[in-house]
């Protein structure tokens, strides 16, 4: 994806996020100048930012005037970043303004930990996941125990996050937790949700450390509809 397709995308993801609260957004938000002032140097800190503070509460006018005044979207402190504390905050439009103004997605974020982008798919946050991606994000990204935001979408059963994130190359084959992405979206009863992950590739004859399978949960957890599914879908054990 270009920089010149990012930034139309940010730029739209935000024109409808402040149309939807009754505000349009300045245009300091599409001025393509701000990414290269706000974003160009990679900073730290050790506290807290005034960006990080605004972005927190949702203060846009205050996000923009620091924006303005030369503010780096990306210095990186022990407690996260900018847009960090937006997505953790729910501030949506917080979030989507600090990615058209160049926020890295995935700076700040320590190794082994949720990323934003799986926290977006984790809320089930179509606008914010899309605006993630665009900005950059890493879509097969994973923590500590294996789990990605496909993972986190597909365990609170949001098909539409789903959708998105194989659209942007997301692995169906993952293995969070020792067991593959499938196999938890069949103990779930997800009878759409495995249709459209074994339709992007998923493996339905993996087998985890216990010779567990999608199929062997199926049939245990005597889910029929599932178990015809991945018989038909080439499952043999």
Known sequence: MTKITRAILLTSALSVALSGCGMFASSDAANQDEPALSSAQNLTANQPTPLMNA????????????????????????????????????????????MSVGADPDKGVDAGVASLLMKASDQGDKRLVKALLAAGADVNYSDVNGESAIAYASYKGHLTIVKALLKAGADVNVSPKGQSLLMHIVSNNDLLLAQVVIAAGADVN??????????????EKGLSDLEMLLVQSGATS
Not at 207 to 217: M, P, S, Y
Request: glycine share 8%; no cysteine; charged share 15%.
């Open 206 to 219: 993996f087998t985890d450390d216990q010779g567990n399978t999608a199929l062997k949960v199926a049939q």
């Open 55 to 98: 972005a927190a509460v949702g203060d846009l006018a205050e996000l923009q005037d620091l924006v303005g005044d030369g503010a780096n979207v990306n210095t990186v402190t022990p407690e996260g970043t900018a847009l960090s504390w937006a997505v953790d905050k729910n501030q949506q439009v917080s979030a989507l303004y600090l």
